[in-house]
């Protein structure tokens, strides 16, 4: 099946660190700009990080510095680190891969829960 598959989060205290996945099922990742989004109750998605097909990186001012985003063509995956998370990081975070002219792919979601 074509589809995004993410893996990862959970439940950590503050100050604590998370690693997200997103793995490609039925499609390669190379020409695709990867992005990490993420959406709290009551509040619109918003996107968080992204990697570009060349390898190019940015970040919600945010989550710079404290989070990295990592590709691995070989595996077909995209990761998330996220380091010293506060609650404010708590959502539902979603990874896209998009690119010109291609299919546009949603992973599943992945709850990311911060506890004070």
């Known amino acids: 099946q074509v589809q995004l598959v993410q893996s990862g989060g959970g439940l950590v205290q503050s100050g604590g660190s998370l690693t997200l996945s997103c793995a490609a099922s039925?499609?390669?990742?190379?020409?695709?700009?990867i992005a990490w989004f993420r959406q709290a109750p009551g509040k619109e998605r918003e996107a968080v990080s992204c990697i570009t097909s060349d390898d190019n990186t940015k970040y919600a001012l945010s989550v710079r510095g404290r989070f990295t985003i990592s590709g691995d063509n070989a595996e077909k995956r995209v990761r998330l680190q996220m380091n010293s998370l506060k609650p404010e990081d708590t959502a539902v975070y979603y990874c896209?891969?998009?690119?010109?002219?291609?299919?546009?792919?949603w992973g599943q979601g992945t709850q990311v829960t911060v506890s004070s």
């Open positions: 039925g499609f390669t990742l190379v020409r695709y700009n």
């Open positions: 896209n891969a998009q690119a010109p002219g291609l299919r546009v792919y």
